[in-house]
C-alpha cells in the first residue's frame, strides 16, 4: 500500500499588486524583481480575508468531492497563525462542516510546518488506511515597507487530501532532516511583520539544503539522477533556482543550465504571480507543476526540499502516479488567478494598513473577497466567519 497526496487544490486573494508597481515607487529597475528576485506579483489580502478564510476556500472543492464526514483529522499549518491559543483549523471545520469526530490541530515552524503535517498525516494514515488526513496550509507574508523583504510579500492556502493509494503523489518513507537554532527570519508575537536577515537567511537556506541532502542520502537509495523535477520552498523564484544550481552543483550532476533549469522551471510559475505563501509556498510549487508541465509525469520522482526558518529542513520525495492528469483543478486554478483585480499603490498601502482592532471594540468588515468565505466581523475580540 502506498500513502500520499490524493488531491491538491490552492487559493490566493482576489487583490495584487504588480511589482512594476512597487518599483517605479521606489525608483527601482522593476527588472530587480522580474528578474533578479524572480517575482511579478504580489498577492494582497482583502480586508474580509485572512489565513482561515483562505484555507477554508482552498480546501472546499477537496471536501465538495469527498463529503464532510470523510476528513478524521484536520492539520492546519501557518506561521501567521490568529490565535495564540485556538487552532485556526477549529474555524475551518466549522465553515467546511466538517464532522464532529474530527480531529483539529494548528503546527508552526516558519515555511516547514505544512511538511511536517504531511508527513504526520502519512504516517497516520499507515496506521488506519480507511482514514483520510486533510492538510490546509495558508500564510499572509508581510514585511516591512521600504525593507528588502517586500517585493516578497504575498499571500495564499493549500489543502492537500493525504489518503492511502493516492491518485497524484505516492509519498516515500524516507527522508532527510536538519535543524539549527539560528536567526535569520522570525516574528515575536507583539508584530505583524516578520523581521528577517535577509542575506543571512538564503545562506542558512542553502546550507540546510546541502545538510538535509546529506542526511537524505543515508537514508534512501535514490541519488540526484533519479528524479526528473524538484520542487524547494519558494520565498521568491531565484531563491528556488539557485538552490537547485547549487544541489546539482554538489552531487556534479553533469547537467547544463538549461537542464538544471527545465528540472523546476514548471513548479515557479503560480509563486511568481501570488508571492511568498510561506508553508504553502512548496505546495502551490508543486500544483503548479502538476498542472503546467508538458510532459506526462507519470512514474517520475520529484525531489522536495522544504525550509522553515529557525530553522528546520527536510529532503523528501514522491513519485507521481499514473492517471494523476484527471485528477487535478488546473482550469479552476487558471481562472482564479486570471480573474484577480491589480491594485495601485495607494490602495496596496490601504490594504497593507487595514486596521486590526485590539481593543474588543465592535469591527465590521465590508464584504469584499471573491472568495466564498469572508470574515465579516471581530467583536468582542472574537473573529466572526460566514460562508457567502
Ligand atoms: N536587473 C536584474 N537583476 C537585478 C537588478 C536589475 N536591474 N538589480 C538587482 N538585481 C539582482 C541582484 O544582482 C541580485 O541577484 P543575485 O542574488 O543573483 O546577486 C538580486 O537582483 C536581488 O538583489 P539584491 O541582492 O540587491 O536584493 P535585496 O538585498 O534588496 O533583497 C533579499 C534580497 C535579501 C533576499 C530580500 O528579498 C529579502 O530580505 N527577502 C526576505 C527573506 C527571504 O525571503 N529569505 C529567503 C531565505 S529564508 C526563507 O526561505 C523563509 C521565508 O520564506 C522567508
Redesign the pocket.
Known amino acids: 500500500m502506498s500513502v500520499g497526496i490524493d488531491e491538491i487544490s490552492f487559493y490566493t486573494s482576489n487583490y495584487y499588486l504588480d511589482l512594476r508597481t512597487l518599483a517605479e515607487v521606489q525608483k527601482t ?1 522593476t ?2 524583481y522580474y ?3 524572480g517575482q511579478e506579483k504580489m498577492g494582497m489580502a482583502a480586508p474580509d480575508e485572512d489565513v482561515v478564510t483562505m484555507a477554508a476556500n482552498a480546501a472546499q472543492p477537496l471536501i465538495e468531492r469527498v463529503g464532510t464526514d470523510a476528513v478524521t483529522t484536520l492539520m492546519f499549518a501557518t506561521e501567521t497563525g490568529i490565535d495564540q491559543s485556538k487552532a485556526a483549523g477549529i474555524y475551518v471545520h466549522r465553515l467546511l462542516g466538517l464532522h464532529d469526530n474530527c480531529r483539529v490541530v494548528e503546527l508552526k515552524q ?2 516547514y510546518s505544512a511538511t511536517a503535517a504531511l508527513q504526520m498525516a502519512c504516517a497516520l494514515v499507515a496506521r488506519q488506511p480507511e482514514k483520510k488526513v486533510l492538510v490546509v496550509a495558508s500564510d499572509i ?1 508581510r ?1 516591512d515597507l521600504d ?3 517586500e ?2 510579500q504575498g499571500c495564499g492556502a493549500v489543502a492537500m487530501l493525504i489518503a492511502a493509494d493516492p491518485r497524484l503523489i505516492e509519498i516515500d518513507p524516507e527522508v532527510g532532516n536538519y535543524a539549527e537554532d539560528v536567526m ?2 522570525w516574528r515575536p508575537n507583539y508584530r505583524a511583520t ?1 523581521l ?1 536577515d ?2 543571512y ?2 545562506k ?2 542553502l546550507r540546510s539544503l546541502k545538510k538535509a541532502w546529506e542526511n537524505f542520502c543515508e537514508a534512501s537509495s535514490l541519488a540526484f539522477g533519479d528524479f526528473s523535477h524538484f520542487c524547494y ?1 519558494l ?2 523564484g ?2 528556488a533556482q ?1 538552490a537547485h544550481q547549487h544541489l546539482a552543483k554538489v552531487n556534479r550532476s553533469g547537467l547544463d543550465a538549461e537542464q538544471v533549469e527545465a528540472q523546476i522551471a514548471d513548479s515557479l510559475h503560480y509563486n511568481r504571480a501570488i508571492g ?1 505563501s ?1 508553508s504553502a ?1 512548496m505546495y502551490i510549487g508543486l500544483t503548479s507543476l502538476l498542472e503546467n508541465c508538458k510532459h506526462n509525469l507519470a512514474g517520475s520522482r520529484i525531489g522536495f526540499f522544504s ?3 529557525g530553522c528546520v529542513a527536510e529532503f523528501f520525495s514522491g513519485k507521481v502516479v499514473d492517471g494523476y492528469q484527471h485528477f487535478l483543478h488546473r482550469e479552476r486554478h487558471h481562472n482564479m488567478l486570471e480573474a484577480r483585480t491589480e491594485v495601485d499603490y495607494t490602495r496596496y498601502l490601504e490594504l497593507y494598513r487595514y486596521p486590526d482592532p485590539r481593543d474588543g471594540s465592535e469591527c465590521k468588515i465590508e464584504a469584499e473577497t471573491t472568495g466564498r468565505f469572508r470574515l465579516a466581523a471581530i467583536r468582542n475580540h472574537k473573529r466572526e466567519y460566514i460562508a457567502v
Do not use: L, R, W
Request: proline share 5%; glycine share 10%.
Open positions: 529597475d527588472e530587480k528578474q533578479g528576485i516558519a515555511c507574508a514585511y525593507s528588502p523583504g517585493a516578497t535569520d527570519f516578520a528577517v535577509g542575506k537567511s538564503t542558512i537556506y520552498h520565498p521568491f531565484k531563491m539557485k511568498n510561506y509556498s525550509y522553515g526558518s
